[in-house]
């Protein structure tokens, strides 16, 4: 992606004849990089996230709130990956506006791309911060079940911190 920018900014500033592609593919990257990289960034704890109430109950009191917490989530992830199947339906209908799919390499004619590929990301995206949430319910589920169990996913961090 950045080197997709970088090489418009070169044509339009420094060749000052900018390309027709290279924003909607740096965008189409950039949906696509975003939704692989959520659920890992989900699965860690890297949102951005108030933990200081839930620290303030107990153990127990928290493990409950949070629970609550991640079944809200993953109702919302649900409507959410609904509204992005439907969404993909509407990009079958249009092409893209300036990125071809270079068929002239095999002797026939450049063909647009379809939007849908680009709005593929936002379902796939959710679908798996749907698997990552439902990863955190049963860890919670297990923690407020046994709470002497300590589940380390990862075995360079003490803990899993959500």
């Not at 068929?103 to 939007?115: C, H, T, V, Y």
């Amino acid at each position: 992606m950045v080197m997709v920018i970088l090489l418009q900014v070169f044509f339009r500033y420094v060749l000052n004849n900018a390309l027709p592609w290279p924003d909607e593919v740096a965008r189409f990257l950039m949906l696509w990089m975003t939704a692989l990289i959520a659920p890992s960034a989900y699965r860690w704890g890297g949102f951005v996230s108030i933990d200081m109430i839930i620290g303030s109950f107990t153990k127990l009191i928290g493990n409950l709130i949070s629970l609550l917490l991640l079944m809200l989530s993953f109702f919302i992830l649900v409507i959410s990956f609904k509204l992005g199947l439907d969404h993909i339906k509407v990009g079958w209908i249009f092409n893209s506006s300036s990125i071809k799919i270079p068929l002239f390499i095999i002797g026939e004619q450049s063909k647009p791309l379809k939007l849908a590929w680009m709005y593929m990301s936002l379902p796939i995206g959710i679908f798996l911060l749907i698997l990552v949430n439902l990863e955190l319910i049963l860890i919670r589920v297990i923690s407020i079940c046994d709470p002497l169990l300590n589940i380390k996913p990862d075995p360079d961090k003490e803990s899993l911190e959500v």
